[in-house]
């Protein structure tokens, strides 16, 4: 199930499937695929990860070298819990969260930016905001080598799927 070509299979599949529904351009489609090549897993033999956050829920395995070099990480889903956050703070990497169906964070005093927006491209919602603009209002239009954390309750792929290219480009690390 974990395998990197049954994952490799499974997000071919959803492409294929987009695509049949899509009755998009034809440089939408190939913006996809090119989204696709970035988001292939790679297998990396010395790559040491570390565990940023609590055991059971908000927890990430991130490429130690890869968070050391972050200039910065978003996190959307805040939800209770910021551990990962707050722990990437502690290492000196600045983290803005995303949250729109919380008020704020569950701590204080750790050095996470709160954002009460959410991930979301639905116009009637004014509470949800595209991905280029959250890392716009995080951390301005030209800074790359940035880390996202992304838990939004099983709507990871269809927050990411209007996402474009370059803004996907930013990240070094997509988690």
């Known amino acids: 199930k974990n395998r990197p070509d049954v994952q490799i299979k499974r997000l071919e599949r959803r492409i294929a499937v987009l695509e049949s529904r899509l009755a998009n351009s034809a440089e939408q489609v190939d913006g996809w695929r090119e989204i696709h090549s970035l988001l292939q897993p790679w297998t990396i033999s010395d790559l040491a990860l570390t565990r940023f956050g609590a055991i059971d829920d908000g927890g990430y395995l991130l490429p130690q070298i890869l968070v050391e070099s972050a200039n ?15 722990e990437l703070v502690g290492c000196g990497v600045p983290v803005h969260a995303w949250d729109h169906t919380v008020t704020q964070l569950p701590e204080k005093g750790t050095g996470v930016v709160f954002h009460p927006l959410g991930l979301g491209n639905d116009p009637s919602n004014n509470l949800l905001v595209a991905l280029s603009e959250i890392v716009d209002l995080s951390f301005g239009p030209d800074l790359n080598n940035l880390i996202l954390m992304l838990d939004c309750e099983g709507a990871e792929w269809e927050t990411l799927m209007p996402s474009n290219v370059e803004t996907l480009k930013r990240f070094s690390v997509i988690s």
């Open 72 to 86: 910065g990480a978003v996190s959307i889903g805040v939800g209770s819990e910021i551990s990962a956050d707050r």
